[in-house]
């Protein structure tokens, strides 16, 4: 199977050129010429498998150019003990027509892993069949989640190299706690003076600067980066949307062939993008409800057909959703219309003025699938307390803008269709905002909270969270914003 730029059909690569290159020359994200659908037994068969096995079947299906065997290594090596329960991705009945698929076993906790355990494997083995011969350094900047995730799946795999740049007093106490403790010999972090943002944008200025990638790639180096736009870091997330409809099939509480909504707290659109490319390849799903928190661009576009992204900026209590600007949709547009010059018209627009609407006919698909909404910060906690106090099941904030959509739609529907909230982050990464919903006034530092919820709940903190405060802190550095380059270059060596 080939895949094609989002912006030019003609250009067109294999999976393992995805992988390697990330992003197409002219800024477009690369999709699959076509999409492979499964038959009713197929999916059936995979409801018999366990995780992993699900994940084989799913991914060879996109790989033309991996062996059987090399997908089944991968997956063993990518989804085993690194995740603290048998199941990797569980789904959790809050009652019978109510599932949470929790994806957050994972070595940090959030939903990243699900990709970026898998990311390092897939993206080696895509080197090695491109004949790339450099080694690979992966520039990361992060807002808390993916930065953590990153290190953790790139740390001692050979041939590449990791560094992390976050904002000073950016990111919550768990989160750069997580990151400065980060254990390896092939990773680096720094803090840089500045918010996200200034982060982001000295990355990008890196990647885009010549000059550094002729210097680094006499040196037998070159800088690749390890966020959403990569496709893979978007497949390995098709599996989790199967295996949910097959642990629900397996439970009774459906039967097979019954549609099943999913609700997905949403920030790049990568998600609940996934959940899309499930369902184009057969699986019985209903409607896709996309939650947003304050900053609630796509939830207007899912009404209006507009993507606007002129409106202030919100810092949140679910901050791994704070953006303005969801980077997938492109793929979501490109699906739906087949046509990359339109699609490249709206890019265009979106960055010389914020702003594109798109045609009636893409927005009568978008509206027979989709149903955007968002909450308040305030909502999100009488929502985490009403569930621990009713369900006695905690989430975390971002799960709660989610579970809140989902609430909301089924009232205004006056339904109460089988449904499956995803899960994104463990409700210990977010201690304090949780705390606080509860109903507790305890002022302390995020770590030091991790004890009191357990305490509270009489849950157990996660063990990659409970050790934090006692790990030796590798990395103190931190960088003006203009010294990002020479930070990258002293460490690429
Ligand atoms: C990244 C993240 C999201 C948003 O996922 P997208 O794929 O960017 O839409 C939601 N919740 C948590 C906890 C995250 O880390």
Not at 193 to 201: E, M, P, R, V
Not at 229 to 239: E, M, S, Y
Request: proline content about 4%.
């Amino acid at each position: 199977m080939k895949y094609y730029s989002t912006r030019n059909k003609e250009y067109k690569v294999t999976a393992a050129e995805a992988i390697a290159h990330g992003l197409a020359p002219d800024g477009g994200l690369f999709v699959p010429e076509t999409v492979p659908v499964l038959g009713e037994n197929e999916i059936k068969a995979l409801c018999g498998k366990d995780y992993r096995g699900r994940a084989s079947e799913i991914l060879k299906l996109y790989l033309d150019e991996f062996t059987e065997s090399e997908i089944e290594e991968i997956v063993k090596a990518a989804y085993g003990d690194n995740f603290d329960c048998a199941e990797t991705a569980p789904v959790h009945f809050v009652n019978p027509t109510t599932a949470v698929l929790e994806l957050w076993h994972g070595p940090t906790c959030a939903f990243k892993d699900m990709a970026l355990q898998i990311l390092p494997y897939l993206l080696t083995a895509s080197l090695k069949k491109c004949g790339e011969q450099r080694k690979v350094c992966i520039l990361v900047a992060t807002s808390g989640d993916t930065g953590k995730a990153a290190l953790e799946g790139f740390a001692d795999i050979e041939g590449t190299k990791i560094l992390v740049f976050y904002p000073h007093n950016g990111v919550s106490d768990v989160q750069k706690l997580q990151m400065i403790t980060q254990s390896g010999k092939n990773v680096s972090v720094a803090a840089v003076y500045g918010n996200f943002d200034d982060a982001q944008t000295g990355v990008k200025k890196i990647f885009a600067d010549r000059e550094l990638a002729d210097k680094l790639s006499a040196e037998g180096w070159f800088l690749s980066s390890a966020n959403s736009i990569n496709w893979g870091r978007l497949l390995p997330q098709i599996v989790y949307y199967f295996s949910a409809y097959c642990d629900f099939v397996n439970s009774g509480n459906i039967s097979y062939g019954e549609e099943l909504d999913f609700v997905v707290p949403t920030g790049n659109f990568g998600d609940i993008l996934a959940c899309w490319y499930a369902k184009k390849m057969g699986l019985p799903v209903g409607k896709l409800l996309c939650a947003s928190n304050e900053n609630n661009v796509l939830s207007d576009f899912f009404k209006t057909g507009t993507y606007d992204r002129n409106r202030p900026f919100h810092m949140t209590i679910s901050p791994s959703m704070d953006i303005l600007v969801s980077s997938n949709l492109e793929r979501l547009l490109s699906s739906i219309s087949n046509d990359d010059k339109l699609v490249a018209g709206y890019m265009a627009e979106l960055s010389s003025c914020g702003k594109y609407t798109v045609t009636d006919e893409i927005k009568t698909v978008l509206s027979e699938n989709f149903i955007g909404g968002y909450c308040s910060d305030k909502q999100t906690k009488e929502l985490i307390n009403k569930v621990y106090n009713e369900q006695g099941y905690l989430i975390d904030t971002h799960t709660a803008v989610a579970y809140k959509l989902m609430e909301t739609y089924r009232t205004e529907t006056d339904s109460n269709k089988p449904t499956v909230v995803v899960s994104t982050a463990s409700p210990f990464k977010f201690c304090d905002s949780v705390l606080d919903a509860l109903g507790d006034g305890t002022k302390a530092s995020g770590v030091e909270l991790i004890e009191k919820l357990s305490e509270i709940t009489g849950a157990p903190a996660p063990k990659p969270l409970a050790g934090l405060d006692k790990r030796e802190k590798r990395f103190n550095e931190v960088v003006e914003k203009t010294e990002m380059k020479a930070t990258v270059e002293a460490f690429v060596k």
